[in-house]
């Protein structure tokens, strides 16, 4: 049931699915998260099938067509390892600008990472998860390790704090917006979607780092996965009602 509730929400939204696979006799992987009145929040996690999710001939062949590929598989059982690297090697081959996010890595998935980053665009880690790969808390060292393995540019989802950018050899500070968190659940998920989409609008970086800043703040605002996130054009116009708080250098 969860499986298929999974499959029809997608479906619903206009997600195409013709590569979702199902494999019979598994688990669907499921979280719930209790959120607290300040946003912050516990998870629960029952592993499930997502976590042993392979790169078939299918998923290459698509990511050598498409114009961006995200890459969210570090630490899979499948995708570790080589199949990830070649699956990126693949897209970047066929033209894709790859962008490539982390979910609760350890600290060996720092290998895996450093196989994967030479075909990475946009390296889009959280301050913790940076942190926890490169042993230090400090922003500027742990991009520029990153940059050092590959990456043609990192980007650090640094909460309140806005994003903290290297690329094209400088960094900035993108600020955030201020807003009233209610559930911070899929922030991160939401602020690569959000610079994804930008970047596909013809934005420029940083200004793609300023409208995903937006989209996961409205996804903070309300509750549940999508929040108060409604579309594209009203993104754009949160943007000039919200005020931004200074940036930290």
């Avoid at 499930?48 to 598989?73: C, L, N």
Wanted: hydrophobic letters at 45%; charged letters at 20%.
């Amino acid at each position: 049931m969860t499986g298929s509730f999974v499959r029809l929400g997608l479906e619903q939204v206009g997600v195409d699915t013709s590569l979702l696979r199902t494999h019979a006799g598994q688990r669907t992987s499921t979280t719930l998260l209790t959120v607290e009145a300040d946003g912050r929040r516990s998870s629960y996690h029952m592993a499930g099938a997502g976590s042993a999710a392979p790169i078939d001939d299918e998923a290459v062949a698509a990511a050598r067509t498409a114009r961006f590929v995200h890459y969210g598989a570090v630490g899979g059982l499948l995708t570790d390892g080589g199949p990830g690297e070649a699956f990126l090697r693949a897209a970047k081959a066929g033209g894709a600008i790859v962008t490539c996010d982390l979910i609760g890595p350890r600290s060996s998935a720092v290998e895996e990472v450093r196989r994967l980053l030479p075909f990475v665009d946009y390296f889009m880690p959280s301050a913790a998860e940076a942190a926890i790969l490169s042993g230090t808390e400090v922003l500027e060292d742990a991009a520029k390790q990153f940059l050092a393995m590959g990456a043609k540019a990192c980007i650090i989802k640094n909460g309140r704090s806005g994003a903290y950018v290297w690329m094209n050899g400088e960094h900035h500070v993108v600020p955030a917006f201020a807003i009233n968190p209610k559930d911070t659940t899929s922030c991160g998920d939401s602020f690569c979607a959000g610079f994804i989409t930008a970047l596909d609008r013809g934005w420029a970086p940083l200004d793609a780092c300023r409208f995903a800043n937006m989209t996961a703040g409205l996804v903070a605002e309300g509750l549940c996965t999508l929040g108060a996130l409604v579309g594209f054009d009203e993104t754009v116009a949160a943007m000039q009602t919200h005020d931004v708080l200074a940036a930290e250098a």
